[in-house]
């Protein structure tokens, strides 16, 4: 079992906006802002799609958003596209003995 | 541009040591401010974070593998290598090596990960 909860799977139409929650604890997404998100298609390794809760790397599209509030981390995808059609891990800092912890995966489907 | 690549056998038996090794170009290795990374991917599940390393040895380990993981660095080979002991198929997982961002959750760079399967 995953320390960080995810849906299994959530599903939109070309366009339309997906949200994508991750929920853990106060020890881990509650307490650090340092929550990431990672896109992963089949057979490839995972990309780094947001870090820092919010904050998007270089050549990230900006309709990838994210957000947190209390224990949840949210990762929005807005103008959903077919190539957005992956994986997605959410990843939190949890303190200097666990350090670092998954969620379980989300598998989104544009339909 | 850093580039990743993980290297060492595909196949290891129970019981044995499954040993790996990332070998990292375009950077340095000794370049402060990052966290060699280790995380694998069982078949069709979720990532699980194995540890990391920074350059100058010190290492961090998930508490569920501390007891069997060993994270090692060669900067002079600018790579950094991964043994796990006493494997049982449920070892049997895609390794990757990755580079982690200070020590915040932020792994900016994988390698293609390579499939490690645990069986007689």
């Known amino acids: 079992q995953s320390a960080l909860t995810q849906p299994r799977s959530v599903s939109g139409s070309p366009g339309q906006s997906v949200t994508i929650s991750c929920t853990g604890t106060?020890?881990?997404?509650?307490?650090?802002?340092?929550v990431s998100w990672y896109q992963q298609h089949p057979g490839k390794a995972p990309k780094l799609m947001i870090y820092d809760v919010s904050k998007r790397p270089s050549g990230v599209p900006d309709r990838f958003s994210g957000s947190k509030s209390g224990n949840t981390a949210s990762l929005t995808i807005s103008g959903l596209q077919a190539e957005d059609e992956a994986d997605y891990y959410c990843c939190s800092y949890a303190g200097s003995y666990t350090f670092e912890v998954f969620g379980g995966g989300t598998k989104l489907t544009v339909l | 541009q850093v580039q990743l690549q993980e290297s060492g056998p595909g196949l290891v038996k129970p019981s044995q040591t499954l040993s790996l090794t990332c070998t990292v170009s375009?950077?340095?290795?000794?370049?402060?401010?990052?966290?060699w990374s280790w995380i694998r991917q069982h078949p069709g599940k979720g990532l699980e974070w194995i540890g990391y390393?920074?350059?100058?040895?010190?290492?961090y380990y998930n508490p569920s593998l501390k007891s069997r993981v060993t994270i090692s660095v060669d900067t002079s080979k600018n790579q950094f290598s991964l043994k796990l002991s006493s494997v049982t198929a449920a070892d049997t997982a895609v390794y990757y090596c990755a580079r982690g961002v200070e020590m915040a959750t932020i792994f900016d760079y994988w390698g293609q990960g390579t499939l490690v399967t645990v069986s007689s």
């Open positions: 106060s020890s881990d997404v509650g307490g650090y802002n340092y």
């Open positions: 390393i920074y350059y100058s040895g010190s290492t």
């Open positions: 375009g950077g340095s290795i000794s370049s402060g401010g990052y966290y």
